[in-house]
């Protein structure tokens, strides 16, 4: 599923990449009325596939579902899992608060996740790439600015909606600067 209004991009990414890596053909419903739309695949081969690489049918929290041990191998499938993760389940913000009357604005990024498990390997993750994550209610937080910054240069997005909102809460702001 993805927002009408800003992530048709993203959506038209993932049908492409689908299409290459499997050779199906991709949907695209959308659901004006929510906002939504989706992406729908129709395979009972694929389903098969993704079975026997460990994946479960039904309630991913309750059958404790999470990522498969090969993501935690190396440094580039751990920076590509997370890329993914957060273009589908997380947002870049922009957290403000005033003191004496001065405005503060820091960008902050935050990865929701339901299930427990999967919360928790987030997290691993990004400690794998040497970040220092912190956890509140279901959601993984990177609150530093310099992690921000060097969080979109090692791992990116391939979402333009998180691209351009991080370009617009960053400016001119580079990693360097803040070393």
């Given at each position: ?12 990414y ?20 929510y ?93 794998l ?8 209610g ?42």
């Open positions: 599923s993805f927002n009408l209004k800003t992530e048709q991009t993203y959506a038209n993932l049908a492409q990449l689908t299409t290459l890596l499997f050779h199906l053909e991709v949907k695209k419903r959308e659901r004006p009325k906002g939504a739309g989706d992406l729908v695949i129709n395979s009972c081969e694929l389903v098969r596939f993704l079975l026997s690489q460990g994946m479960a049918k039904g309630n991913k929290i309750k059958h404790q579902a999470g990522l498969p041990a090969w993501v935690f191998k190396s440094m580039d499938t751990a920076r590509g899992s997370l890329r993914g993760l957060f273009d589908s389940d997380g947002c870049i913000y922009r957290h403000s608060y005033a003191v004496n009357g001065i405005l503060y604005q820091y960008p902050k990024i935050a990865f929701t996740a339901y299930s427990p498990k999967i919360r928790g390997q987030i997290f691993q993750l990004l400690e790439l040497k970040f220092c994550p912190k956890e509140y279901n959601r993984i937080h990177l609150y530093s600015q310099y992690e921000v910054l060097r969080y979109f240069e090692e791992c990116g997005t391939h979402n333009d909606w998180h691209h351009n909102r991080f370009e617009k809460f960053c400016g001119d702001l580079r990693l360097e600067e803040l070393m």
